[in-house]
C-alpha cells in the first residue's frame, strides 16, 4: 500500500480540528494519548492555540501511523491560523516531519466542514508549488492536485523501498501540470492527468536503466464501470536519452517519440485496444493485444508498420540483441513493412516487405543491394516469398542479379533453384532445403561453379593476379546443431590442377569466432601460374599439395598437416635463381649463398629433380622438413633436389620455425617484393 504525503497531512487535519469545538478566549493546551481511525493512528498529541488572539497554532504528534508505515516528532506551526463555525485556515505554516523532510515544509490549508471542502498549498521552495483541491459529498468526492515545479525526489521519497516499480526511481526532475481525481465510497471512479516532465533522470544500482535529462508530456485517463476500467494515455517524449540494457535511446526537438494508446483492464486482464507508436527516423507502429493478469502473459497480439527506416530499426532497436553474432557489424538501409499477429503463445502469421533495402557487413563478408521481397510467412498452410537481389558480394567477390521464389509451410522452407551471376560464371544452388524444430535450424544444398576467370577473381580479391580458371562441384551441404558440413568432397579446378576437399566441417558460421576443419588435396597444380602470380621467381613444372587436419579458428590456421611435392610425370622442370634465393629464405641458410659466389651466379635458371617441403603445425609452431634429409652430414633436410644442367640443390637448416614468423617470411617475399637476406 502506498503512502503519500497527502494521505499524512490529512490525518494531521483530522487530528488538528478535532479540538477546535474545545477552544476558548485564552490559550488552551490539550493533550490526547491517542486518536484511531480507518487509515491512520496517531499518539501522544499535544495542540497548543494561543497568542494574543489566539491565531497562532503549535501541534505535535510524538507518533503517525498510516497504512503500516509509522513517521515520528511531527510538528504543525501555523502562525496565522483561524476557525470559525465554517471554516478552519491555516496561514505561513510549518510542517515538521523529523527525518523525512531535511527541512521544514511551507503550508497552509483552508477547511471547511460543513461544505465538505479543503483547499492545501505546499510551497516547498520560491519556485515550486503543490495545490491540492478536495470537495465530497454524500453521493461522491473529487480532487485536483495542480504541480508547478514538483520536484520528483520528493515524490520519490514517499513510496515504500519494497514497492514493485517498471523503472527506478528518478533523481531529478520536475512536474508540472494537474491531475483530477472523481469518485465514491467504493472507491475511485475517474482520472484524469496532464503534466510535463523536465529534465528527468534515474539510474539504477546495476548501471543497466538509466535515463539523463529526459522531458515531455505525459496526457492520461481513466474511468470505471463496474469491474471495468477504460483507460488511455498519450506520452510525447521531447529530449533527452535513455539506456534501456541493451537499448540505447534518445529524443530531441528534431526527433521526437510519440505514443498514443488506449484500452481497459479487469479483475483477469489487461486490454491494448489500439497504440500508436511513433519513433524518429524508423516510423509509426501500430498494435493491439490481450495480456493476462494472472500470469503476466501475453495471450494475443498484433502489430503492423508501413514504410519504415530499415536503418535506425535495425541500429537502435534490433542491432544491440546481436552484439554476439555475426550480424554484430551489419548495416541496413531502405524501407520495409511489418505484419505480426501473435496467439496462444506462438507467432501464427508474419508479413515482411522490402523496398530497395541494402545489407552490409563492416567487414566485408557480405553484401546484399537492391533486395526487394514479399514474405507473406504464416504458420498454417502453404504460402509463396518471392525475393529479388539486384547486386551483392560474398567474401569480396561480387555476383549479379537473381530472383527466386521460397515455398513456405509452417517452418519449412523450400528453393528449387537458385542461379548466381559471378564474374564470367554462374554458381548454381540446387534443392535447398530449411527446417526448423526442437533443436534448431536444419538447413542443407547441392550445386555447382561454372568455370570463372582466375585473373578476374583475384583482381577482385585485391590479391596478386593468378590464370587460369576456376570452377567446382558442390555435393550436397548441411547445417544443424551450429555446424556445416559437406556429405562427400567439394571439387575445384584451379592452376591447370584440381583441388579436393574432404571431411569440411564449419562450426558457428555466423558467431563471432567460427572454425574450421576439413582436409585437401591439390593435384598437378602448374607452378608457372602459381609462382608468376607473385615476386616470388619463375618456376615450372607440376606440384601435389596435401594439407591433412587442416584447422582455423576465426579464419586463423592452428593446426594442420601440410606436404608440398613434385607431381609424378614427364613435364619440363626448371627453377629461377630469384626463386631458389627465396625458397631458401623460407627454409632458412642453405645453398643459395654459394649462387653468388660460384659459377653458377652465371646462369639464371637451373634444372630440378623434384621439390619437396612440408609443414606441421602445432601450438604456433611448424615442424619443417623437406624432399629428404642432407646427403652428407644429416643435417637440414632437402627442399630443392638438383637435376639436369646446370643443377641446384637448396637446402634448409631451420627444422623447428614459428608460424608467425614464416608468415612473416611470405609476406616480405611476395608483398614487399625484397630481396631475402641470406645468413
Partial sequence: MRITLWTILGAILVVSTSFFAHAGDSEITLSLDDVVSP????????????GSDQTQLDLRLGELTVWGKSLRNIALACKKFNWTSGEVACGEGVLHLDKTLKKPLPISFRYAPAKRTLSLTLNPTTIESWQLAAAWQATGWTGVLTLTNAQVERVAAWLPAQMPLPAPLPNKGALSGSARLRGNATGVSEITADFSVKALSFADASGLHAGENVGGTIRASAARSDKTWQWRFDVDWQNGEVFWQPLYLKSGKDKPHKLTASGSFDEKNIRLLQANLSLADIGNIAASGLM???????????LQADNLGLSALFGDILKPFLLDTGLAKTRVDGRGDLVWRYRAGKTTALKVVLRDAAFMDEDERFALHGVNAAIPWRAEGASQADIEIKRGQLLRVPFGAMNFPVVMRGFDFSIPRIVMPVLDGKLTLNDFTARRDQQGWQWQFGGGLTPISMRAFTETLKIPVMHGSLSGVIPTVRYAKSTLTVDGALLVQALGGSMVINNLALFNPVGIAPRLSADVDMRNLDLDLLTRTFSFGSMEGRIDVRIAGLELADWQPVKFDAKLASSPGDYRRKISQRAVQNITALGGAGAAGAIQASFLRFFDRFGYE???????????????????GAPDTGAGYVIVKGGGIPAITVMGYNRTVNWQELVTRLKRITEDNLQPVIQ
Avoid: P, W, Y
Fill in 39 to 50: 487509515t491512520f493512528t496517531a499518539k501522544n498529541i499535544r495542540a497548543t492555540l494561543g
Fill in 610 to 628: 623434384k621439390i619437396g617441403l612440408s609443414c606441421v603445425l602445432n601450438h604456433g609452431v611448424c615442424q619443417m622438413d623437406g624432399v629428404e
Fill in 292 to 302: 493476462s493478469l494472472a500470469n503476466m502473459q501475453i495471450g494475443e497480439a498484433d
